[in-house]
């Protein structure tokens, strides 16, 4: 058991650095209107009214 752990702990030739924010990352980088939509306020307002009106509507459906 003690071996494993050893060879887990001192071993990290299978891992691999890479640089955020490079294609090898994997991750999408937000656009310029992405980062808007996500901290304008008004559209969260709009986007909170949205979703509540859904809900509402499936909970008024459901007690029919």
Wanted: proline content about 5%.
């Amino acid at each position: 058991m003690s071996e494993i752990k050893k060879d887990v702990k001192g071993n990290h030739s299978h891992v691999q650095h890479v640089e955020p924010y490079t294609p090898q990352f994997g991750t999408m980088i937000p656009s310029g209107t992405q980062k808007f939509m996500r901290t304008c306020v008004i559209w969260q307002v709009c986007r909170f009214l949205a979703i509540n009106i859904k809900m509402m509507t499936l909970i008024i459906k459901s007690h029919h």
